[in-house]
């Protein structure tokens, strides 16, 4: 693409400095209900045709992709989750600006005639998951009936988060810490792969789940010396919620098939994001699944020529949580500045996230890896004051030479520099746009200039938090 027009300049990656650019008073203002069911209408719920499709993050989470699910649900009859833990957050919001925090339970719950589904590719802590349903129940959302966990799906015990936090304190002091968020995610994974894990479907036989969760603590124990956790306790409280769990637990592979093969409408849910992938991330500093394409088709034994549409997520900017290279990472006022005004704050954990400017070196590896057919941008809105945008759009190696893709080598690319365009600000509160044709014509430049770069349609742009905050737009333009 020629990027003669706009300026670009190469600066390293450590730090760039820029004040009085932002308001931080310039927050999304709530609609008028009336307006805001009209606007649904026309943009949140357009018609979406595909009958299986999948929502993925892009980056390195946090991109909002519990919103598009929240919105895409209502068209869709079942919403699923293919891996990840509770280390997943997505905030969403209803109708009348109610916001929910979610960390197991698909986003589609808010939509009443959609069933919501738990994969085997996900690792469950059961407690967690029942004091979340206690939540939306509390607020008045039907669960039971609505919700199915896969038998397949790996147990995430108390034992699971213990390990997890020692191992991070092992690495204290070293560098090497990952930054996880102690849920457990990891260890419980571990567990799988090391074929010692328990499933849920092992409750169906209590003795036997018994002497398995017994075996499994024996490793923790003998692993490390301040081993901070009491199995009999654990073993009493699963015997007392079995009878509970076993009405939400089915053969989940068997049922998605099923419902593809008769035309049932699937709408898949990524948690994390491509960035985090084992194989394809930033390794170490990675989650311990795969959130890319690969882990949906796994995670529920779905086959990939089934999907109809892989639409990847990607903010306006980039958002980071824990350790690990950050080639476009902000410091200073501006980063300060944008955490503040998208409240970007861990969902999960409240961590502030780190904060940088859009890499579209990272965006086009996630998208060839995940083979996205359209994009959801978020949070344009978060930009709004700022004079101008930059995007990152190569890495300069130390040697001079810009690198061919996303590289594996992390020494090297924390070495690297990265190559920016800066594009023109739009200075304009878009947070009430609703149309395409209503939006700044340096937001639709922006926008444009992203899906050129990527050769991908950004169907979606997200002005704001709210299930109405979105402008659809049009393919071609």
């Not at 649900?73 to 916001?99: L, M, S």
């Not at 008769?262 to 994390?272: K, P």
């Not at 890499?359 to 978020?378: E, P, Q, S």
Request: proline share 5%; aromatic share 6%; net charge neutral.
């Amino acid at each position: 693409m020629a990027l003669a027009p706009l300026s670009s300049s190469i600066m390293g990656h450590h730090q760039f400095k820029c004040s009085g650019l932002l308001r931080p008073s310039a927050q999304p203002s709530r609609m008028p209900a009336s307006r805001r069911s009209m606007t649904i209408v026309r943009a949140s719920q357009e018609a979406f045709d595909p009958q299986v499709c999948v929502v993925l993050g892009t980056q390195w989470g946090d991109e909002g992709k519990g919103k598009l699910v929240d919105i895409l649900a209502q068209q869709y009859e079942i919403v699923a989750r293919a891996q990840g833990g509770a280390n997943a957050g997505h905030t969403i919001y209803d109708n009348d600006g109610n916001k929910y925090k979610l960390h197991l339970i698909p986003s589609g719950i808010l939509n009443p005639d959609a069933t919501c589904v738990i994969g085997n590719g996900v690792v469950v802590h059961l407690p967690g998951l029942f004091e979340e349903i206690k939540g939306l129940k509390a607020r008045g959302i039907k669960v039971d009936g609505r919700l199915i966990i896969s038998d397949r799906a790996h147990l995430l015990f108390e034992l699971h988060k213990e390990i997890d936090g020692a191992r991070e304190a092992e690495l204290a002091g070293t560098g090497k810490q990952i930054g996880t968020t102690k849920r457990g995610i990891g260890p419980a994974y571990s567990s799988k792969a090391i074929r010692n894990g328990v499933r849920v479907g092992d409750l169906k036989d209590l003795d036997s789940f018994a002497d398995k969760l017994r075996k499994l603590s024996l490793d923790g124990e003998r692993r490390f010396k301040d081993f901070e956790y009491n199995v009999e306790d654990d073993i009493k409280m699963y015997k007392e919620i079995a009878g509970t769990v076993a009405p939400f637990v089915k053969d989940t592979v068997h049922l998605i098939n099923e419902w593809a093969v008769s035309g049932r409408r699937i709408l898949i849910e990524g948690a994390n994001a491509t960035m985090l992938d084992m194989d394809f991330g930033t390794y170490p500093f990675v989650t311990s699944s795969n959130p890319s394409i690969g882990g949906v088709l796994t995670g529920l034994g779905i086959a990939p020529n089934r999907l109809g549409a892989v639409i990847g997520v990607a903010k306006a900017y980039t958002t980071r949580v824990g350790a690990g290279p950050y080639p476009t990472e902000l410091f200073g006022e501006l980063a300060e500045e944008l955490r503040e005004i998208g409240a970007e704050y861990g969902t999960t954990t409240g961590r502030p996230r780190r904060i940088g400017w859009l890499d579209m070196v990272a965006l086009k590896y996630a998208t060839a890896i995940n083979g996205l057919t359209h994009i959801n941008i978020t949070k344009l809105d978060v930009l709004s004051d700022l004079d101008e945008i930059k995007i990152g759009m190569a890495y300069i190696a130390p040697d001079g030479s810009r690198l061919p893709a996303f590289p594996s080598d992390l020494d090297l690319l924390e070495k690297c520099e990265v190559e920016y365009v800066t594009l023109p600000g739009w200075k304009e509160d878009i947070s009430k746009v609703r149309s395409w044709e209503d939006m700044p014509e340096a937001a639709k430049k922006y926008c444009q200039f992203c899906e050129d770069a990527l050769g991908v349609h950004c169907k979606w742009i997200g002005v704001g938090p709210g299930r109405d905050a979105l402008v659809v737009k049009p393919n071609g333009i």
